[in-house]
Antibody
């Protein structure tokens, strides 16, 4: 069955960096687009970034553009999110999600999330 | 940037029909999806491509999308349907979520 397992969350100071990972299994990772989505405590869902199946195209929310970088290693079935210049407002649970066959949306599988806290 | 607007809350009695709307400029020209999220859990897609229901999602969930409004309809609402619901669309370069609607079954 499809599994997405995020890791790498934790507490970081403002201005710091963190790299999240998402280990995928149960499907042919190299043939699906992947997303990062976040949810601040008590708030709604916010899309963060999308990468196409082969890494050829990447898309970002305006709120993270220039600070975050999405990437993937298809040989390791792993998705990444490099987060730099972190701000308090980046505090959230970060989910990785698999895109439905051949499309950017919907997200048919989600991980359990990893919590990132930006605080001094 | 593209925006999707949902009512913050909707209430429904058990067994009745709940309708949750999602508004956006020319939303009917895009595909709309809907997610259900229960407390402490990851979201689950309940409707995609406006009207399609993934396997395992009960038939009481249905969707429509026309003009500027997409609608999620839950017929014969059950207590287990109480959750937050989010609409979503892809505008060609970004994914947009609505602000979410808390469905209360009382």
């Amino acid at each position: 069955q499809v599994q997405l397992v995020e890791s790498g969350g934790g507490v970081v100071q403002p201005g710091g960096s963190l790299r999240l990972s998402c280990a995928a299994s149960g499907f042919i990772f190299s043939t699906y687009g992947m997303h990062w989505v976040r949810q601040a405590p008590g708030k709604g869902l916010e899309w963060v970034a999308f990468i196409r199946y082969d890494g050829s195209n990447k898309y970002y929310a305006d709120s993270v553009k220039g600070r975050f970088t999405i990437s993937r290693d298809n040989s390791k079935n792993t998705l990444y999110l490099q987060m730099n210049s972190l701000r308090a407002e980046d505090t959230a649970v970060y989910y990785c999600a698999k895109a439905y066959s051949g499309y950017a949306v919907p997200f048919d599988y989600w991980g359990q999330g990893t919590l990132v806290t930006v605080s001094s | 940037s593209y925006e999707l607007t949902q009512p913050p809350s909707v209430s429904v009695s058990p067994g009745q029909t709940a309708s949750i709307t999602c508004s956006g400029d020319k939303l009917g020209d895009k595909y709309a999806c809907w997610y259900q999220q229960k407390p402490g859990q990851s979201p689950v897609v309940v409707i995609y491509q406006d009207t399609k229901r993934p396997s395992g999602i009960p038939e009481r969930f249905s969707g429509s999308n026309s003009g500027n409004t997409a609608t999620l309809t839950i017929s014969g609402t059950q207590a287990m349907d109480e959750a937050d619901y989010y609409c979503q669309a892809w505008d060609g370069s970004t994914v947009v979520f609505g602000g979410g609607t808390k469905l209360t079954v009382l």
